[in-house]
């Protein structure tokens, strides 16, 4: 095995390299192969770049019921376990979650109920009842925003 390798690696420093190891034009491939290696690999980066594009990023902007840092962290924990979701932030003073998302993996809706089950309003979907009572007395509504 160990031959076989010594074997391959002087064969291929052959092909590029003259004894002195400056390149040479020496060469074992077909003309033309190198512009098909060439041609396909522009196509298969073509299509990279078309799948990509199809990665349909999109923003939304939810008014929760969040008061504090706590809040913040819990919201935004919730919705990094859901699928899709790539970021949120949750600015606290003005009570809104942004969330950049991707539109093929989940919905605007989907993301709103994601909020509720952690306890919060969003938009127009209440909290879930469990959620909201296993929320700390300072997270729950009614509260001003505080640190």
């Known amino acids: 095995m160990k031959t076989q390798i010594k074997k391959s690696s002087e064969k291929i420093s052959s092909i590029f390299f003259s004894s002195d190891n400056s ?11 190198i512009r098909i290696l060439g041609f396909l690999v522009s196509i298969l980066l073509l299509f ?9 990023a999109s923003v939304l902007k939810v008014k929760t019921s969040a008061v504090c840092k706590m809040c913040k962290k ?9 699928k899709g979701i790539k970021k949120s932030e949750l600015d606290v003073k003005s009570k809104i979650v942004t969330v950049n998302y991707n539109s093929k993996e989940t919905t605007p809706e989907k993301i709103r109920k ?9 938009d127009d979907v ?10 700390e007395k300072c997270c729950q509504k009614g509260k001003e925003v505080h640190k």
């Open 23 to 33: 390149v040479t034009k020496k060469t074992s491939f077909p003309a033309g192969s």
């Open 48 to 56: 990279a770049v078309s799948v990509k594009a199809q990665d349909t």
């Open 74 to 82: 819990t919201i935004e924990t919730a919705l990094a376990s859901e």
């Open 114 to 122: 994601a909020i509720a089950e952690a306890g919060y309003d969003a």
């Open 126 to 135: 209440s909290a879930d009842p469990k959620a909201y009572k296993k929320l």
